[in-house]
């Protein structure tokens, strides 16, 4: 009964490759999201989504694309994979506009190698 | 715009020492405030938040913090520090409407027995 989950945990991956992340939440919220959080723990939001509409687009390479197929859902297909993607992604969702308070995922691992 | 910083990127307190993370902010409007910890391999989870009620802000686990607007301030506090508060802590701000939510750079407490 997982509020945010994240599939996969872990993502070990070549140069190259195409990659899908996907997160479902069953809190019944209206706005979801994708951050990037680097090896410094710096926090960034990439995109974000209320009622499966793109709201917020960061400058985040073509490379990256989300994808919201229903409110409870918000996949990230990433193609050419480069080593600067490694970090780890959050996926969270909230209700409403962002004053709200907002719930992560256990985040996914990326290691291009 | 806004912004906010996090003074001090570690933190160390011994067990039952009084917890202060430190946190300014920059906004052109009266912002909303939050507080986020993270544990190790977890993702974020929501301690406080300031929405322009109460300046003194009651979190979970015992957290508190005081929104000083004079000070641009934002600092989160703990009477007496337990083992199981060693994390990582962020700092957030959100100006209203569709704008961002803007983290900081993180503090790690660590807890010395």
């Known amino acids: 009964d997982t509020a945010v989950s994240q599939t996969p945990k872990y993502l070990v991956t070549q140069m190259g490759n195409d990659k899908s992340i996907k997160c479902e939440q069953n809190l019944g919220h209206d706005t979801m999201y994708w951050y990037k959080q680097d090896s410094k723990k710096f926090l960034k939001i990439m995109f974000s989504y209320n009622n499966k509409e793109l709201i917020i687009n960061e400058t985040v390479p073509n490379r990256f694309s989300p994808k919201s197929p229903d409110k409870a859902h918000l996949n990230l297909h990433i193609n050419s994979l480069e080593l600067g993607d490694s970090a780890v992604y959050f996926c969270a969702s909230s209700q409403g506009e962002y004053n709200t308070e907002a719930f992560f995922g256990q985040g996914t691992r990326l290691t291009v190698v | 715009a806004q912004s906010v910083t996090q003074l001090g990127s570690h933190v160390s307190v011994s067990e039952g020492a009084l917890v202060l993370l430190r946190c300014n902010y920059s906004?052109?409007?009266?912002?909303?405030l939050f507080w986020y910890v993270q544990y190790p391999n977890q993702g974020l989870q929501l301690l406080l938040k300031?929405?322009?009620?109460?300046?003194l802000v009651k979190g979970i686990n015992g957290f508190e913090a005081e929104f000083k607007k004079s000070e641009t301030s934002f600092h989160l506090t703990k009477p007496s520090a337990h083992m199981s508060d060693a994390a990582e802590y962020f700092c957030a701000v959100y100006s209203g409407g569709y704008q961002k939510v803007t983290f900081g750079t993180g503090t790690k407490l660590q807890v010395i027995p």
């Open positions: 906004s052109s409007v009266p912002p909303y």
């Open positions: 300031y929405t322009s009620a109460a300046t």
